[in-house]
């Protein structure tokens, strides 16, 4: 069965600072895996997504994250963190493809900008 | 902003009650999804509809219905509601219905955010 866990419910960094919001999973299949970004009283949007492709894989407003098979993990970075970053951050994996009732998200990592 | 509206904003009511939540595809779309965001279980999806007709099903409750209109809109009826439904719920649409969660992005709404008394 897939899962996925957001090793982190908070994270505060600095604002210039290195994010790094870290999410594992577990699947039967080879999965798909999203990261979605929620800013307050907003709805979710697509940050980046991998789908076999590159294992790196950059996103909008200069995020990325690395599919790395043998430890499970697709953890989301960003080189310095800007104050509108702060928002909840949400890892998303989808292990077959054609099938919408199998996407399960992850329990969400709140991301603090410290000014 | 997405282009996904949902009405109403807000909905307050009682248990036992029922309540209809209105989403309006972006231009175009023809496929709707539902989510459920709460604080016990997090974002959970629900229900999707392609042009019309079910596509997939997630965890929705048999309390819970919806349905996609020909002009496209879609609404989620929850009936014989508990406390427990007091939620956000989350309208997406995307282009396309077939290839699954992320092949074709999805765009959400602001959502209506329930509360039950």
């Known amino acids: 069965a897939q899962s996925v866990t957001q090793l982190d419910s908070h994270v505060s960094v600095s604002e210039g600072t290195p994010v790094l919001l870290r999410c594992n999973y577990s699947?039967?299949?080879?999965?798909?895996l999203f990261w979605y970004v929620q800013h307050p009283n907003k709805g979710l949007q697509l940050l980046l997504k991998?789908?076999?492709?590159?294992?790196l894989v950059k996103g909008i407003n200069g995020f990325e994250a690395e599919f790395k098979k043998s430890e499970t993990s697709f953890h989301l970075t960003k080189p310095s963190a800007h104050m509108s970053d702060a928002a909840e951050y949400f890892c998303v994996v989808s292990d077959q493809p054609n099938r919408d009732d199998k996407i399960i998200f992850g329990k969400g990592t709140r991301l603090h900008i410290l000014p | 902003d997405s282009g996904v509206t949902q009405t109403p904003k807000h909905l307050i009511t009682a248990t036992g009650q029922r309540v209809t939540l209105r989403c309006s595809p972006r231009?175009?779309?023809?496929?709707v999804y539902w989510y459920q965001q709460s604080l016990d279980q997090g974002l959970q999806f629900l229900i999707q509809y392609y042009n019309g007709e079910e596509r997939a099903k997630g965890n929705i409750l048999e309390r819970f219905s919806a349905q996609q209109f020909p002009d496209l809109h879609s609404e989620l009826n929850l009936s014989s509601l508990e406390l427990g439904d007091s939620a956000l719920y989350f309208c997406?649409?995307?282009?396309?219905?077939?290839?699954?969660?992320?092949?074709?992005?999805?765009?959400f709404g602001p959502g209506t955010r329930l509360t039950v008394l």
């Open positions: 997406a649409s995307s282009p396309l219905g077939r290839g699954g969660f992320g092949t074709y992005e999805q765009f």
């Open positions: 231009s175009g779309d023809l496929s």
């Open positions: 991998y789908t076999s492709a590159a294992t």
């Open positions: 699947s039967s299949y080879s999965p798909s």
